[in-house]
């Protein structure tokens, strides 16, 4: 059983703290960051286990009836030319600048930034910087919270129904973003199968083939010309998901998904989130 193995764990893994919540089969599980409940969630997963992952969130303080979060000093090495880049990113992230040092042909950069900015800035610094940049970051204090952090910039592609991708069919939404499924790979609906070039998901069919009349020759589904598709692991996914959406880990696979599968289910809680927004 789930909860026999996390209380396991708990033995031998001292940083690691277990809670039970009002669901019997679902569990807080608390780390010291990503890559510490990424490798027990690969562990757990190679030993058979198959489980669902909400998006990771940081553990706020009551600190004399103030809300408070934690901070860390983010340390960011980078080429002078992409400097500007990284102190963009970092900023909109509620990070501020502390430290600026030109090191020979580098920039040193020091910045205190809310531990909830840094999900999801590594695999964006990476992009803007050309895979340059060398960042390091370490636990400051608790301080009190800085307000809403901008997640990520696009949406995401979401299958339409439960099938098996075509060629034909990806070859056509191709302009639409990139996908995390090459042809030929079972999806069902409500599942992550790419990201949108646009803020705002879009729900494709992606499992539409090629219709045949006595007219048109059937052709080759291999004539079409895809993009390899993009491959996260899981503390890319961790670090990707919002907080609406979950991976899925079987020994098999690790997929992504809407937290609600059913598109209508989806819309009006987001009405109903609109609405209590106001």
Request: proline share 4%; with cysteine; charged share 30%.
């Amino acid at each position: 059983h789930l909860r026999d193995r996390l209380m396991k764990e708990t033995e031998k893994n001292l940083a690691l703290r277990v809670q039970d919540t009002d669901s019997g089969d679902s569990f807080m599980v608390y780390g010291r960051g990503i890559l510490h409940l990424g490798i027990l969630i690969e562990t757990m997963r190679r030993e058979g286990y198959e489980l669902t992952v909400g998006q990771p969130q940081v553990i706020l303080k009551e600190v004399n009836g103030v809300k408070c979060e934690p901070y860390e000093t983010l340390v960011v090495d980078v080429p002078q030319e992409f400097a500007s880049k990284v102190i963009d990113l970092v900023t909109r992230r509620k990070g501020e600048m502390h430290v600026m040092e030109t090191k020979g042909e580098m920039q040193h950069l020091e910045f205190e930034i809310p531990s909830r900015g840094l999900i999801g800035m590594r695999t964006q610094m990476l992009t803007q910087t050309a895979g340059e940049a060398v960042m390091a970051h370490r636990f400051l204090e608790y301080k009190p919270w800085k307000g809403p952090i901008p997640g990520r910039n696009n949406g995401v592609l979401i299958a339409k129904e439960a099938g098996i991708t075509t060629a034909y069919s990806l070859d056509k939404l191709q302009d639409r973003g990139i996908f995390f499924v090459d042809p030929g790979e079972d999806v069902y609906a409500g599942m992550i199968v790419g990201e949108n070039n646009k803020p705002g998901d879009l729900v494709i069919n992606s499992n539409e083939g090629k219709k045949l009349t006595n007219h048109r020759a059937s052709g080759s589904d291999a004539a079409t010309n895809i993009a390899p598709k993009t491959l996260l692991t899981l503390e890319e996914c961790m670090e990707y998901i919002q907080f609406d959406e979950c991976i899925e880990v079987t020994p098999n696979y690790i997929r992504m998904r809407k937290t609600i599968l059913d598109e209508e289910e989806r819309k009006k809680q987001q009405k109903k989130m609109q609405l209590e927004a106001i």
